[in-house]
């Protein structure tokens, strides 16, 4: 299983983002998908998730507003777009799978390898 991420680098507060992520296990309209976070010391956060149809998101509270999780089943691909950054947004972001979908990192199964995002203030 391999997710792949990407969309991360140096943004500056107040800018935007736009991270993608490809799913090799298939199909992949089967599962969930979810945005996680983690900055070094700290566990990983949830950041927002989306079923497998696309037609239900849900978001952490600290994202709400500003972040929207979107996926195109026929690219495989889930993308999380993020407005108005913060400084407190700077973390890597995962990319993951779940049969189920939710808000813990025990409900996915399957993860990418993350991609860095940086806000310059």
């Known amino acids: 299983v391999q997710l792949q991420a990407s969309g991360g680098g140096l943004v500056q507060t107040g800018g935007s983002l736009r991270l993608s992520c490809v799913a090799s296990?298939?199909?992949?309209?089967?599962?969930?998908m979810g945005w996680f976070r983690q900055v070094p010391g700290k566990e990983r956060e949830f950041v927002g998730s989306?079923?497998?149809?696309?037609?239900?998101?849900y978001y952490a509270n600290s994202v709400k507003g500003r972040a929207t999780i979107s996926r195109d089943n026929a690219k495989n691909t889930v993308y999380l777009q993020m407005n108005s950054v913060k400084p407190e947004d700077a973390a890597v972001y995962y990319c993951?799978?779940?049969?189920?979908?939710?808000?813990?990192?025990?409900?996915?199964?399957?993860w990418g390898q993350g991609t860095l995002v940086t806000v310059s203030s």
């Open positions: 993951a799978q779940s049969q189920t979908g939710g808000m813990y990192v025990s409900e996915y199964d399957a």
């Open positions: 296990r298939r199909p992949f309209s089967r599962y969930a």
């Open positions: 989306i079923s497998w149809s696309g037609a239900n998101t």
